[in-house]
């Protein structure tokens, strides 16, 4: 059975999206002017509205995101051994997760390395694996998700946490859930959060035939910027045989 793991792994994780800080930040300094040129107190509301955003987004990044999918991990009740795929792993905070759940299995990452996270890279990936006493089953590879890497069938699950939508066209983001369902074994699960597009990926999965296709909100610890632009999962089995 895997080991015991705690909600938030041992390791640094950064920030998700930290270039889109400095938006809000002039935001919340012109609204400030503002109160002050015009003495009027009505642009603090928005200063206070976009602050509770960022406060939002800061705690899906650094707490919000580990819950869920810790939960989600669990729920899947794993034998150990499986083998798992992390679509756009960044500095590791689902494929370390995953990790720590299959003791006799390993799990990969693949990523572009960009600055969608901050301290992005593989070197930074591999020290949190090792803070987490699991980097001699996690390897990551630099690829992108529409042309990995992998042979057909190389993986009981494969999991990607607000992604996909980063991919630049339909059609590139259609052939990403196709290479995610084409590197799945039979029997193999599929999960992938995201902040829009969630409704295509359904209807994807459910083209390629797959089972038990389902999207549902993860709820408020995934509210990267308020209840307007919430994370849905989808999910869904890939059929043990087909016909």
């Not at 794993?78 to 792993?89: K, S, T, V």
């Not at 572009?112 to 890279?121: C, I, K, M, P």
């Not at 089972?211 to 307007?228: E, M, N, T």
């Amino acid at each position: 059975m895997p080991e015991m793991t705690a909600t938030r792994p041992p390791g640094n994780y950064g920030i998700d999206a930290p270039r889109l800080v400095a938006f809000p930040a002039l935001l919340i300094l012109a609204g400030m002017v503002q109160a002050v040129l015009q003495h009027t107190i009505w642009p603090l509301v928005g200063v206070v509205l976009i602050i509770a955003c960022c406060v939002l987004g800061w705690y899906a990044s650094r707490v919000g995101k580990f819950v869920v999918w810790a939960r989600l991990l669990d729920d899947l009740d794993l034998r150990g051994d499986e083998a798992i795929l992390d679509l756009g792993c960044g500095r590791g905070a689902l494929l370390i997760s995953a990790a720590l759940r299959v003791p006799d299995g390993r799990a990969v990452g693949v990523d572009l390395w960009r600055t969608d996270q901050s301290g992005n890279g593989p070197d930074a990936t591999m020290r949190n694996a090792a803070a987490a006493g699991v980097s001699d089953r996690v390897e990551v590879r630099t690829a992108t998700i529409t042309a990995l890497p992998f042979p057909d069938e190389s993986f009981d699950l494969v999991i990607s946490n607000v992604v996909v939508h980063n991919v630049k066209t339909t059609a590139e983001r259609d052939t990403a859930i196709d290479e995610a369902v084409r590197v799945l074994r039979p029997g193999g699960r599929l999960l992938v959060a995201d902040l829009q597009g969630t409704r295509r990926y359904q209807q994807r999965l459910q083209h390629l035939g797959m089972a038990g296709v389902s999207r549902r909100d993860l709820g408020w610890r995934q509210w990267w910027s308020g209840p307007w632009l919430p994370t849905h999962l989808v999910s869904a089995r890939k059929p043990a045989t087909r016909h």
